[in-house]
């Protein structure tokens, strides 16, 4: 069964940083596509970023570009989200998803989500 988990989230204050991590399992790492997304209260669920599973292509919401960074860790089968220059629009719980093929930005093609990590950006 693909299981994954996020953490890392929490409060900090408008232009602080996380980094958020989705811990996955070798099978999920090494064949699948990942992608973070975020959902704020009364919004529909957003793509954020992704990864393909050779970590070669790395989309970015153009909200986040610039700001946030996608990468893999083959040792630990960890994909991270380090997010810095946070703003109080990031406020939302992100959640960590897994796909077959390549990486997408719509979350309906995701088969396989974290249960999600609170990140509150104060002013």
């Known amino acids: 069964q693909v299981e994954l988990v996020e953490s890392g989230g929490g409060l900090v204050q408008d232009g602080g940083s996380l980094r958020l991590s989705c811990a996955t399992s070798e099978q999920t790492f090494s064949t ?3 992608g973070w997304f975020r ?3 009364g919004k529909e669920r957003e793509f954020v970023a992704g990864i393909s599973w050779g970590g070669g ?3 970015y919401a153009e909200s986040v570009k610039g700001r946030f960074t996608v990468s ?3 040792a630990k ?3 991270y989200l380090q997010m810095n220059i946070l703003k109080p629009e990031d406020t939302a719980i ?3 998803a897994a796909k077959r093929g390549l990486v997408r930005a719509s979350p309906e093609v995701y088969d396989y989500w974290g ?3 609170q990140v509150t950006v104060s002013s």
Do not use: E
């Open 94 to 96: 992100y959640f960590c």
């Open 32 to 34: 699948y596509s990942m």
């Open 39 to 41: 959902q704020a209260p």
């Open 77 to 79: 089968n960890i994909v």
């Open 115 to 117: 249960p999600g990590t």
């Open 57 to 59: 292509d790395t989309p």
């Open 72 to 74: 893999k860790s083959n």
